[in-house]
């Protein structure tokens, strides 16, 4: 089966998954790879604490933990910093930690589902390294990215989609897109089941990463949530090593 064969089946399938809900919410963002246009609202936070594991054949790489700090300004806008220790541990050597990749990024939510049918939202970010040794010691990619994607979501009752595509922009490489679909499934009012189908490739749609990822928002009182999600690379090119991911935290709102 051929890369775009792959992809193809997989977003059909997520796709027959979603339609088919009768009773579904959607989270997109945390634990999920996929954002979507919501934002905490006027003066308000939303804090996601989290440990999250990526490991690959012969390498692992926790985040202990990841701090996802989002901020409100007014209904429509998001400020974003999100940052933390790495810990690396290779097969061959022993662990090593410092600092991974920072991201800086403002979310502006253009358009309302109440007055234009979608919420649509733009997301322009950076990520960036604080250490200049953590790209080579393996705790960072190399570089800075610059990423500005765009996330749409509508609600059919309960059900709820969100969507996200953008470019990708790499000062260590070449430029990429991103994008990516999520839906959930509302099991009880305080527990949601999500399922994503989350990819990058080249600007000519080649090279193709692709992951499918499920996770969970399970709530612990009106201010405070788990989220988790465990996730696998079903495609990469060059037949490089399948990644197993994980995100294991919490949601805070206050």
């Known amino acids: 089966m051929t890369s775009n064969q792959l992809k193809r089946g997989a977003l059909c399938t997520l796709a027959v998954f979603a339609l088919g809900l009768k009773s579904a919410l959607a989270q997109g963002g945390p634990p999920m790879i996929t954002d979507d246009p919501g934002t905490p609202g006027p003066g308000k936070w939303e804090d996601n604490i989290a440990i999250i594991l990526d490991h690959h054949s012969g390498e692992t790489s926790l985040d202990l933990p990841q ?39 403002v979310k502006w939510r253009f358009l309302d589902e109440d007055t234009s049918g979608f919420d649509v939202s733009m997301f322009p970010r950076i990520i960036f390294n604080i250490q200049s040794s953590s790209p080579r010691r393996g705790l960072s990619e190399d570089g800075t990215r610059f990423q500005i994607p765009f996330e749409i979501a509508k609600s059919f ?49 080649t090279r193709d990463v692709l992951t499918l990822n499920f996770g969970i928002r399970q709530t612990l009182n009106e201010r405070c949530f788990f989220i988790g999600s465990l996730g696998h690379e079903v495609h990469q090119p060059d037949d490089e090593p399948l990644a197993l991911i994980g995100y294991f935290g919490v949601q805070l709102l206050y």
């Open 67 to 105: 701090f996802d700090l989002n901020y409100g300004v007014g209904e429509h806008i998001q400020l974003t910093l999100q940052t933390g220790p790495v810990l690396l541990k290779r097969d061959d050597h022993g662990p090593i930690g410092g600092m991974g990749g920072t991201e800086t990024a």
């Open 157 to 205: 009752g309960r059900f709820h989609a969100d969507a996200e595509f953008g470019p990708v922009g790499i000062t260590a490489g070449r430029s990429e897109w991103l994008y990516g679909i999520v839906g959930g499934y509302d099991v009880v009012k305080t527990t949601t089941f999500m399922a994503e189908i989350h990819g990058t490739s080249r600007m000519n749609f």
